[in-house]
């Protein structure tokens, strides 16, 4: 049997030696986690849940010490229109349905400027997965301003702002393929694809993924691969909660986890955890407990100890701090100027407010880009506007220059 050693970090009661059973792993010499021993933490008793908190704790104590990050950002809904139907998603819409829209150049630059007055270095464009492949009239708002597709204008709108302001562009533009991949690292300082789980049957015939054929695990696992190939700083994670079992989120991350040791390109994690709301086809289903987010999380950061492991704070308010009890060191982007439009009814913390928190639980607050900083200097490298604008924005240490 493992013991693992337990310090005092914070205000986390880890204060003795406490067991965690055979499946523990010690964290400085011993043998990555497994998948056998993940599922055994991931359902840990009550009993035996502070010391696997306290592990985490450990972890991300010896990854990056003393802080916790944050990116202040914008958020640009640039389309939501999408070709896929989620059974927990509130973003998209078809044509025609109240709140539809595509944003102009114009709006997308008017967002982007107001929030660099207010300090934000990140512009998170998100929008639906290729709607013109399904609407006309999504290529018939594209045609009039020049563009054949979706990802066309993405990549102009990241060029956009880039050239036009301080802010640096963070995509999330779903599936997409090794050309893609090339042309928007081009014009932005990293990407994003939620991977969400493994599971292939929650494509079946009234799960969470029916009707949603751009969420078939292989198809989001190739696009994270080809990023790593091109050596793209890249966001994933998962979303739990949405039918899932205990171990799909294991064999999630394990996925996420064997990318990363092949290719060196996973910048984050991100743990979010499913919410219910009335007007989606899921609206019934319960949602995660905190303790499953902490042992999610926990698990997260014992799998992968060298990856910055990232949870919403506005998904587990008014509890949220709890959160870095488990293992997390970033608390995601959080906008100044611009609501979560995926959770519009969960509004981010006040970024004092979130400051105060977390320095309540022993920590500062840093203020990071939306690539972190140990990605930084392969952007710098080569000469070119990408690196100009990532050079005048990172301080000494890669992270925002910006107070936080």
Known sequence: MYDFVIVSVGQ?????????????????????????????LIRCGES??????????????????????YSRKVFIPLTNLCRDYCGYCTFRRDPGQ?????????????????????????????????????????????HPLGYKSTLHYLEAMCELVLRETTLLPHPNPGLMSAEWIARLAKVSASMGLMLETTNASLLDAGAAHDNAPDKLPARRLHTIEEAGKQNVPFTTGLLIGIGESLEDRVDTLLAIRELHRRYGHIQEVIIQNFRAKPEIPMHDCPEPTQSEMMRTIAVARLLMPDVNIQAPPNLSAPY????????????????????????????????????LRTEAKGYSLRQ????????????????????????????GEGYARRPA
């Not at 055979?22 to 021993?37: I, K, N, W």
């Not at 035996?48 to 990050?69: H, M, N, S, V, Y």
């Not at 997390?328 to 400051?355: A, M, V």
């Open 320 to 355: 949220y701090d709890e959160l870095l009890d488990a293992g997390i060191n970033d608390w995601g982007g959080i906008s100044p100027l611009t609501p979560d439009f995926i959770n519009p009814e969960k509004p981010w913390p006040h970024l004092e407010q979130l400051k």
């Open 48 to 69: 035996d849940l502070p010391a696997l908190l306290c592990a985490a704790t450990e972890a991300r104590q010896r990854f990056k010490p003393g802080f916790i990050t």
């Open 12 to 40: 986390t009661p880890c204060t003795e030696r406490q067991p965690l059973g055979s499946y523990a792993t010690d964290l400085d010499s011993g043998p990555a986690l497994s998948r056998d021993e993940a599922c055994q």
């Open 368 to 395: 990071r880009l939306p690539v972190y900083p140990e990605f930084v200097p392969a952007l710098t490298a080569a000469p070119g506007l990408m690196s100009d604008k990532v050079k005048a924005a990172a301080d």
């Open 98 to 142: 109240p709140g539809a829209h595509t944003m102009t150049p114009d709006q997308v630059l008017e967002v982007a400027r107001a929030g660099e007055k207010m300090g934000c270095t990140d512009a998170l464009f998100s929008l639906g997965d290729k709607p013109e492949l399904v609407f006309p009239e999504m290529r018939e708002t594209l």
